[in-house]
């Protein structure tokens, strides 16, 4: 389970706070994919996949399944002769293809820009699912965002990708924006739904956070930016998933909705607390047998002419304890009820059913109701 960070944006987003750089030019391309290729030779052993055992204190560590995920930054910004450079280097150093799942994250821009011929390229060398940034089809809130993309080019974005036979697509919507009113974002979803070749496969939705870093906590601090109150945050997400529940979508993380069979393998194994190797400036890993946390430094140029700036955390067996319940409880699976009430506060769980905000499933597993995800950090942290 591999995640590659692809550190280049052609422009900063207002609320973004994950790291990028505008690039200069072609080379830099050829440099970052040069330093990327060292680090995938000296991490080779740490790209095996391992069956499932019990480590430390009974803990069962999965499998991690067979997965890359190019993020980012904007991959799809990356010539096609790039990215084949960086999967031909994964495959001879242990990151064998083909991937149960591969996904590229692409802005629309870039689809319309370089057209059909440019995402046949990308299945070609495995991919076989596409994440597209929409985030809105309303031009002034992408205006706002600093989206390079407007709206227009959404829907001719989608039609190349169909067209040029990606069966598996995913794109994110943000709500939770100040300005943004009821009836702008129920049209939002329909027309997500109504993208031309059928509505997407997977759709994940996230309330506009003030992210430490970004354009969007520099407008906060200084008052140019009051964010949403948490009522229409509470109605749009309700909206949400009732318009997608009616339109066969599984709610099957708080932020990801999906099509029967159409869960993302790589996300769901992180929330599963999987083993995965991140790769790129600002990349985090995570070796689930031992319980330590990694994460190369966010610095382009030190990525570039260091041996590799890294560091890493042990965690304890209570902190591996309380992330498993946090991450588990954020899905309709849920937790071992059995489990929960071991490493959870004592009488939480049965005060948490006592209310319904806990509810029982087939198997003896417990979960947060669908009703209750928007308040489910709350609820989480009364448990543990």
Not at 52 to 67: C, E, K, M, Q, W
Request: charge should be negative; hydrophobic fraction near 35%; glycine fraction near 10%.
């Amino acid at each position: 389970m591999v995640y590659i960070h692809i550190p280049f944006c052609r422009s900063f987003c207002t609320y973004c706070g994950f790291y990028s750089e505008i690039p200069c030019g072609g080379s830099e391309y050829g440099r970052f994919a040069e330093a990327l290729g060292s680090e995938i030779r000296r991490r080779k052993a740490e790209m095996q996949n391992k069956d499932g055992r019990y480590g430390a204190g009974d803990r069962l560590v999965p499998r991690s399944p067979n997965t890359l995920y190019i993020g980012g930054g904007t991959p799809s910004v990356l010539p096609l002769s790039v990215l084949s450079s960086l999967v031909q280097e994964l495959a001879r150093n242990g990151a064998a293809a083909p991937f149960e799942e591969f996904t590229v994250e692409v802005n629309p821009d870039d689809i319309v820009g370089k057209g059909q011929e440019y995402v046949e390229g990308l299945l070609s060398l495995g991919v076989n699912r596409i994440s597209m940034g929409v985030q809105s089809f309303d031009d002034a809130l992408l205006k706002w965002m600093n989206r390079r993309h407007d709206a227009a080019a959404i829907v001719p974005a989608y039609r190349i990708l169909r067209r040029a036979g990606v069966k598996n697509i995913g794109i994110d919507l943000i709500f939770g924006i100040s300005g943004m009113d009821d009836r702008g974002w129920t049209r939002t979803i329909e027309q997500a739904l109504a993208l031309p070749g059928g509505p997407p496969e997977h759709i994940s939705a996230y309330q506009l956070s003030v992210e430490q870093g970004s354009a969007l906590a520099e407008m906060a601090a200084d008052g140019r930016y009051e964010e949403a109150r948490e009522e229409q945050c509470l109605r749009h997400y309700g909206t949400l998933c009732t318009m997608l529940g009616e339109a066969g979508y599984s709610h099957y993380e708080i932020s990801n909705f999906a099509l029967p069979g159409r869960e993302a393998v790589h996300n769901s194994a992180y929330w599963s607390g999987c083993s995965y190797v991140g790769l790129g400036p600002g990349a985090h890993s995570y070796d689930a047998e031992n319980g330590v946390r990694s994460w190369n430094s966010a610095s382009l140029d030190d990525y570039m002419t260091s041996a590799g700036c890294r560091e890493s955390e042990k965690l304890t067996e209570e902190q591996m304890a309380m992330e498993r319940i946090m991450l588990a409880l954020r899905t309709s699976g849920g937790i071992p009820e059995e489990e929960l009430r071991r490493k959870g506060r004592a009488g939480a769980v049965d005060a948490m059913l006592s209310e319904r905000s806990l509810v029982r499933l087939a198997g003896g597993n417990v979960r947060i109701p669908e009703s209750r995800f928007f308040v489910s950090d709350a609820i989480i942290s009364d448990i543990v």
